[in-house]
């Protein structure tokens, strides 16, 4: 019977996994409808997307049912759960997957009911367009938006090329410098010899340390042996 009772536990809890990555998937799909339907009908010279509605509504309604349904689940899950406080941690876990995706579903219907009920608005207090002016008027706006987008990436353009500009004077600079710092040694070689002297007097008192180092090691060894 124990047996049993694990097996049933294990089959309700695969199908609230299964059940959540469902709800998961269609809810990702619901958000981006509601901002396509609310991005789409801001404006009060276009019409509301009739069938995007539609959709929504279709949407919202299986969701509704499924987060009913996984409620459901939930509430079996917990009459069969096994003791344990790893059973009662999985059962909370699930019923506070639940309710983040009762409160994404909410929020996504509230948004899309305002923006519904400001189209509303929109639309009783301006008059119809008239028949045929409203594809003009898409054209248009289209049109508006392409010549925007152009002076978009013209004013990109134009600081790309001045940002090139400024790297090019800049490595100007950098060799005028160079070119500078090569006069200064030409016209001092006693300077370059003097370093040159400093360099090959520190590398001589270097092999001299290491030859008196190695002297001294060899005959405390030659002491320590004999």
Same mark, same amino acid.
């Given at each position: 019977?124990?047996?049993? !009772?694990?097996?049933t536990?294990?089959?309700?809890?695969?199908?609230a *996994?299964?059940?959540?990555?469902?709800?998961d998937v269609?809810?990702?799909?619901?958000?981006?409808?509601?901002?396509?339907? /609310?991005?789409?009908?801001?404006?009060?010279?276009?019409?509301? &997307?009739?069938?995007s509605?539609?959709?929504?509504?279709?949407?919202?309604?299986?969701?509704?049912?499924?987060l009913?349904k996984?409620?459901?689940?939930?509430?079996?899950? %917990?009459?069969?759960?096994?003791?344990?406080?790893?059973? &009662?941690?999985?059962?909370?876990?699930?019923?506070e997957?639940?309710?983040?995706?009762?409160?994404?579903?909410?929020?996504?219907?509230?948004?899309?009911?305002?923006?519904?009920?400001?189209?509303?608005l929109? *639309?009783?207090?301006s008059?119809?367009?008239a %028949?045929?002016?409203?594809?003009?008027?898409?054209?248009?706006?289209?049109?508006?938006?392409?010549?925007?987008?152009?002076?978009?990436?013209?004013?990109?353009?134009?600081?790309?090329m001045?940002?090139?500009?400024?790297? /090019?004077?800049?490595?100007? !600079?950098?060799?005028?410098?160079?070119? *500078?710092?090569?006069d200064? /040694?030409? *016209?001092?070689?006693?300077?370059?010899?003097?370093?040159?002297?400093?360099?090959?007097?520190?590398?001589?008192?270097?092999?001299i340390?290491?030859?008196?180092? %190695?002297?001294?090691?060899?005959? &405390?060894?030659?002491y320590?042996?004999?």
């Amino acid at each position: 019977m124990a047996t049993m !009772a694990g097996s049933t536990w294990e089959d309700v809890r695969k199908q609230a *996994r299964l059940l959540e990555n469902d709800i998961d998937v269609k809810l990702v799909a619901f958000s981006k409808l509601g901002m396509s339907s /609310t991005s789409s009908s801001l404006s009060p010279e276009t019409a509301p &997307l009739i069938n995007s509605d539609d959709m929504f509504d279709t949407m919202s309604m299986e969701l509704q049912q499924l987060l009913n349904k996984l409620s459901s689940i939930n509430d079996r899950m %917990a009459d069969l759960a096994p003791s344990g406080t790893a059973t &009662l941690h999985t059962i909370k876990r699930h019923r506070e997957i639940l309710m983040d995706y009762q409160q994404e579903f909410q929020k996504t219907s509230v948004r899309v009911s305002a923006r519904r009920e400001r189209e509303e608005l929109l *639309r009783g207090a301006s008059p119809p367009p008239a %028949a045929g002016l409203s594809r003009r008027d898409q054209y248009s706006k289209e049109a508006n938006h392409l010549h925007s987008s152009h002076i978009l990436v013209d004013e990109q353009i134009n600081i790309a090329m001045e940002a090139r500009e400024h790297l /090019t004077s800049q490595r100007q !600079a950098f060799k005028r410098m160079q070119t *500078r710092f090569n006069d200064i /040694t030409n *016209r001092f070689p006693m300077l370059n010899s003097l370093i040159y002297r400093i360099n090959a007097r520190k590398r001589r008192d270097s092999l001299i340390i290491g030859i008196v180092v %190695a002297v001294c090691t060899f005959l &405390l060894l030659l002491y320590a042996f004999h």
